[in-house]
């Protein structure tokens, strides 16, 4: 939990608003997968389903920022060079 709060705390405000919002399609689309799935049609289980996904997401990204940043780095000297 540690490295997801220092992670959080660097990330600057343009980041976060990024990452809220890519958050909140994949919650939206988790909804969307998860009623197609089954039949429940109950606003409840809907919302614990979107919010759950858009938690799941952003906890998952600063967890594996640092990586996600290296990966890119590598991804673009390669492409460039």
């Known amino acids: 939990m540690k490295i997801i709060e220092e992670n959080e705390k660097e990330a600057s405000k343009k980041e976060k608003w990024i990452i809220l919002s890519v958050s909140l ?39 594996f920022r640092n990586d996600i940043k290296k990966w890119l780095e590598k991804l673009e000297d390669n492409l460039g060079g």
């Open 25 to 63: 399609v994949f919650g939206v689309l988790m909804n969307k997968l998860f009623l197609r799935l089954t039949s429940i049609d109950s606003f409840v289980l809907s919302m614990l389903i979107g919010v759950g996904s858009m938690y799941v997401f952003e906890c998952g990204y600063y967890y």
